[in-house]
């Protein structure tokens, strides 16, 4: 049987060789060949070798520019390899969450005349973190040949709908006699036995097999068992079969045949296929045994990875790829990722100037979390310190084998069993993540990997998380820094303000509110709203209240036409709107100046109370350079004891698909029909009625005012 390195370039036998010596010569369990689409920028399985085409569908489409190895590879035309789980979980979180098995794997591009696309090759998790020179010599040799067969054939080569299976041919010895014997030695077992070529089809069955799966032994060979036995037609039996060729480890598990025959089933992998023996269970699952169980030998009985444990991990993602804050993680880690695992106790710690400090918890006493709390990362109380700094995870079944390295931790948590999982993002130390249980709990492999790929995800989450708060906080000071931090008490008028930053960005904004003092009686009030949210726009904020402040006491237009000659000398590029109200208390007299801003509402007190949107002249917005001498006329009005005033930004009015001259009106009907209420009450509940409790793409502020 030839090598593959005597083949005629361009037959498509001669590919099919290549690709089964090189898997033959690097020792690999499998390969495919991902093959570049010229419709769309996108890398699309072309031939598998070594494992069923169904085994590796879930990875059969992939962009180049996702974050993976494999789009790697060719994008940076370069060998990656990825020899342990956590390295995967580590450098590419996204693909370990759709990949949570213990293998290694290595992905070349295939370049030649041109870009074709790339040789993803896996090998068992027993073999060594990294390639060895020869090993790697050899891969890049089989990607050299599989590209000269590639570089001879057509300069478009066409894209299977489905992958083709390229069969594995290993010399041995003709089977004839001994499988004569062998079939006459399983026809003879009480148990079923079958065996399974590696695209999952039936290739033998003995008569007890036949009974116990409920077909005829003619109905089964030659096809899929999930595909010819209905009751088998769950995602689950074909995802153990997955596994088991995936890993080449054994898999048990049990399985019901309808109505009430419970079946033990075990798989027995090699790089030939598998061996199946099924038996019946006299009592059904027993009561400890949950719904269908993966385990990864004969002997083992911890949980694998099965195919709800991967939709699982594949849904907190999308869930941890939706959190913002910290707490927002928090939240995601108490809400979903315990239940998931069935921990009791979570623990979220952040590395912060060389100690722990803890960001969220569940499931343990506040008392001994704050103990917790800023730990050094060198402590010998807990793990934690130990697994952020090795990068390794550490899993604890019981007490006794925490009690063996952490005396105390134990005692501290008053829990039975512990994962330990550092959050790491490119090398980067970002914290720990603790998972707890109330009684000794076993990790087998497919759980700590498993683990292992949700600890990648979790850091990602908590790493964007940290970086916003940090900005969130920045913000947040500097806003309260620019607006009053409270406005002055008049004898005869009573005020309400509230401020609300936008729902999404940074949380800044540059919609400002304020109240002057001018005298006893008098008072000036101002309301407006710098173009954007950042921290530009905030800083303008801060010098428009600033200008305001300056001139206040001289006449609204006189006031407001300072204050664009200030911002037209900063020569900004954005601008503001601005409403300025001079308040004569004595007289019973409004004195209005507008810079392009919403009209303020005035509420009539009772008998007949009503709310009118006033009519104010407007003027240009603050900061346009107008080349002369922006006017803003002065509006004079009456003012009414008793009425109240409502100023606002257009945040409050704004809906879209809705005129804002109907959303103020809406405003002015709520005005009417609350304005009785004192301020506090009065300002919640226009703020509700603006849809407060929505997510808000503009922020919103609000000042009222009645005389008293």
């Avoid at 899929?224 to 080449?248: F, G, I, K, M, N």
């Avoid at 009425?643 to 809705?658: F, K, M, N, Q």
Wanted: aromatic fraction near 6%.
């Amino acid at each position: 049987m030839s090598d593959g390195s005597d083949v005629t370039p361009g037959d498509e036998s001669s590919f099919d060789q290549v690709l089964s010596g090189t898997v033959r010569r690097t020792g690999a369990l499998a390969a495919g060949i991902y093959l570049l689409s010229a419709a769309d920028p996108v890398l699309c399985l072309a031939s598998v070798c070594g494992v069923p085409t169904m085994a590796v569908a879930p990875w059969r489409r992939v962009a180049v520019s996702a974050a993976g190895p494999l789009s790697e590879a060719v994008r940076e035309d370069r060998l990656v390899w990825v020899g342990r789980q956590e390295d995967m979980a580590r450098l590419y979180p996204n693909t370990a969450a759709g990949l949570p098995y213990q293998f290694a794997l290595a992905f070349t591009p295939l370049h030649g005349v041109r870009r074709w696309g790339a040789l993803a090759l896996v090998w068992p998790k027993s073999h060594p973190p990294s390639l060895t020179r020869r090993e790697r010599g050899n891969v890049l040799a089989g990607a050299s040949r599989l590209t000269q067969v590639l570089d001879q054939t057509p300069a478009s080569r066409d894209i299977p709908d489905e992958p083709r299976a390229v069969p594995l041919h290993r010399p041995g010895p003709d089977p004839a006699q001994a499988g004569l014997a062998a079939a006459d030695l399983l026809q003879r077992m009480p148990v079923g036995a079958l065996g399974f070529d590696l695209q999952g089809r039936i290739t033998y069955l003995n008569d007890a097999a036949a009974q116990l799966l409920g077909r005829r032994a003619d109905r089964l060979l030659g096809t899929l068992p999930w595909q010819s036995v209905p009751w088998l037609d769950d995602p689950l039996h074909e995802d153990h079969y997955r596994t088991a060729v995936l890993t080449r480890e054994p898999v048990a598990y049990t399985a019901l045949r309808p109505p009430d025959h419970w079946l033990d089933i075990r798989l027995y992998p090699d790089d030939s296929g598998i061996s199946a023996l099924v038996s019946p269970r006299p009592h059904g699952p027993t009561a400890d045994t949950s719904p269908p169980r993966v385990t990864p030998g004969p002997a083992a009985t911890p949980t694998g990875t099965g195919t709800g444990r991967i939709h699982q991990l594949i849904h907190l993602a999308a869930a941890l790829s939706q959190t913002v804050t910290v707490a927002d993680v928090v939240n995601v880690a108490a809400d979903q990722i315990l239940p998931a695992f069935g921990a009791q106790g979570m623990v979220l710690a952040a590395a912060d100037a060389g100690r722990l400090r803890i960001t969220g918890h569940q499931g343990y006493d506040p008392r001994n979390v704050a103990r917790l709390d800023g730990l050094p990362l060198d402590t010998d109380l807990t793990p934690a310190g130990h697994v952020l700094h090795s990068g390794f995870p550490a899993f604890f079944a019981d007490p006794a084998e925490m009690a063996r390295a952490y005396p105390r931790a134990s005692e501290l948590s008053g829990k039975r069993a512990w994962a330990f999982l550092p959050l790491l993002v490119s090398d980067r130390r970002v914290g720990c993540c603790v998972l707890s249980y109330d009684d000794p709990h076993p990790f087998s492999a497919g759980d700590r990997a498993v683990l292992v790929s949700l600890a990648g995800l979790i850091a990602q989450a908590m790493d964007r998380a940290l970086l916003y708060d940090a900005k969130h906080d920045l913000a947040h000071g500097l806003q309260q820094a620019l607006l009053p931090s409270a406005l002055p008490d008049f004898p005869g008028l009573a005020v309400a303000a509230r401020y609300l930053p936008a729902a999404h960005g940074m949380g800044v904004g540059g919609d400002f509110y304020d109240l002057i003092r001018l005298g006893d009686s008098t008072a000036a009030a101002v309301i407006g709203d710098v173009q954007g949210h950042s921290m530009h726009a905030a800083a303008l904020m801060g010098q428009v209240r600033t200008a305001v402040h300056a001139t206040a006491g001289a006449l609204p237009g006189e006031v407001l036409a300072r204050t664009n000659r200030v911002l037209t000398d900063l020569e900004t590029d954005l601008f503001v709107s601005c409403l300025y109200l001079h308040i004569d208390l004595d007289g019973g007299r409004l004195h209005l100046a507008s810079a392009g801003h919403p009209p303020p509402l005035l509420r009539e007190p009772a008998p007949a109370p009503r709310t009118l949107a006033l009519t104010v002249e407007p003027g240009p917005l603050l900061g346009i350079g107008t080349g002369a001498e922006a006017d803003y006329p002065v509006t004079t009005l009456p003012l009414p004891a008793g009425a109240v005033l409502a100023l606002y930004t257009d945040g409050l009015v704004e809906t879209p698909g809705t005129d804002i001259t109907d959303s103020i009106a809406a405003l002015a009907r709520r005005l009417t029909a609350h304005g009785d209420q004192p301020l506090d009450d009065l300002a919640d509940s226009l703020l509700q009625h603006g849809g407060a409790h929505r997510a808000r793409t503009d922020d919103v502020a609000l000042l009222l005012l009645r005389n008293r």
